[in-house]
């Protein structure tokens, strides 16, 4: 691994715990997972703005989560893995424009949680209304909460928290 130290393996682990913990509270509100959903720990989707090592913290993040919280095996895998292409390509997308760094967990999570909602669990609707349900809730987590969120740590000096 290009670049591994035991200062990056702590920092994505803290990521992940700390998106754990902001799953696991969301769920106590009943807004973690199902058609309508607000996970504040997506607002973390900003970091890979600041650190590569953002991408295995929320991936491992959200995969505990999953697990944590009750989802079947195929929101396990999928839902991990929509917040893995969301990380990644935030990551590239951050290089051209920060506010650009949460578009894609919004875009993934919009695309692969519905259809993990209708086939894999088997809940009556439609996609395209779990579309919207999903993505307005994303847009809230990533964006409204994300982008204040990112800047406050941008202002903050990142670089003493990120290396």
Not at 34 to 51: C, K
Request: charge should be positive; proline fraction near 5%; hydrophobic fraction near 55%.
């Amino acid at each position: 691994m290009k670049n591994f130290s035991a200062r990056k393996l702590t920092q994505a682990a803290a990521i992940a715990a700390i998106y754990v913990v902001l799953t696991y509270i969301t769920n106590l509100f009943g807004l973690a997972n199902g058609v309508v959903q607000v996970r504040v720990s997506e607002a973390l989707a900003v970091l890979p703005y600041f650190t590569a090592t953002a991408i295995p913290g929320l991936f491992i993040g959200c995969l505990l989560s999953n697990i944590l919280t009750g989802c079947i095996a195929a929101d396990v895998i999928f839902g991990s893995i929509a917040t893995l292409i969301g990380a990644v390509a935030g990551r590239y997308l951050s290089k051209i424009n920060k506010y650009l760094t949460p578009i894609p967990t919004v875009i993934s999570n919009m695309i692969i949680v519905p259809l993990v909602l209708k086939y894999a669990y088997g809940i009556p609707g439609s996609v395209w209304y779990f579309m919207l349900t999903v993505g307005a809730g994303e847009i809230i987590s990533c964006c409204v909460i994300g982008i204040p969120f990112m800047l406050f740590l941008e202002k903050h000096h990142p670089e003493r928290l990120f290396e």
